[in-house]
């Protein structure tokens, strides 16, 4: 299936999946998943979270520092933003079935903090950012995937 069109009062067409409107969806989620995910930090600090986690699999601490929050969101998400830019020729079936994967895979990996050895204000905060990358990049696709009317 090829981008689809949808007439407007005035008969003007727009794709509704288009190359920059894959972009657009996908560079505003990150961005606005990686600011919202820096102030989870913020806050989980304040309220006193420590932000040190140590895997099983290592004697080594780990202290959870803005870069790697940025880091751990952005990553993920510009590899999500790659998957939906060769979607387009599916229209937006395929864009609202990649955002609500996207969405999934935050909610399911939210788990993830609490099989290290973490305080718990620690792992809830890092939890919630698994949950703001999920849901930031559900909404911003699913809005990308609106018909355009012009």
């Known amino acids: 299936m090829s981008n689809v069109s949808i007439p407007s009062a005035t008969g003007a067409t727009a794709p509704s999946t ?3 409107r894959a972009w657009q969806a996908g560079l505003t989620s990150t961005a606005v998943a990686a600011a ?5 930090l913020a806050v989980a600090r304040l309220a006193g979270a420590d932000m040190v986690v ?3 699999s290592t004697d080594q601490a780990i ?4 870069g790697s929050v940025v880091v751990m969101t952005v990553v993920p998400l510009l590899l999500a933003t790659l998957l939906l830019l060769p979607l387009r020729r599916w229209g937006p079936a395929a864009w609202r079935a ?6 999934v895979i935050g909610v399911a990996t939210v788990v993830m903090p609490f099989t290290v050895s973490a305080a718990a204000g620690t792992a809830s905060g890092l939890a919630l950012m698994h949950v703001v990358a999920g849901v930031v990049w559900f909404v911003a696709v699913r809005r990308a995937a609106r018909p355009v009317v012009l």
């Open 98 to 103: 990649l955002a609500l994967g996207g969405l």
């Open 63 to 66: 202290t959870v520092g803005a």
């Open 36 to 40: 919202t995910n820096l102030g989870v």
């Open 18 to 20: 288009t190359l920059r």
């Open 54 to 56: 140590q895997p099983q």
